[in-house]
């Protein structure tokens, strides 16, 4: 059985890990922060890994995140963002 399914990483920045998992053509951007405070995520840093998406969705709230605009991830949590 063949896969098709791409990983790409973005270099670790402040503490923030990334990088986005791409299977039958959806995609999936993990975002860690491992330090213990909030830090904003420039929407410059992370459109390498979006490409043209505009919007994505939180896949544990379902909430729409705009993918246009800088991210503010929580102290050491995690965010999956589909689109």
């Not at 402040?14 to 990088?19: A, E, L, P, S, W």
């Amino acid at each position: 059985m063949a896969e098709n399914k791409t990983v790409k990483y973005h270099i670790p920045h402040r503490g923030i890990y990334m990088y986005s998992h791409v299977y039958e053509g959806k995609t999936e951007m993990i975002v860690l922060n491992s330090t213990g405070s909030e830090q904003i995520l420039d929407s410059e840093c992370y459109t390498v890994l979006t490409k043209d998406s505009k919007e994505g969705r939180d896949v544990s709230s379902g909430k729409k995140i705009d993918l246009t605009k800088n991210l503010v991830i929580s102290p050491r949590k995690s965010l999956i963002i589909e689109f």
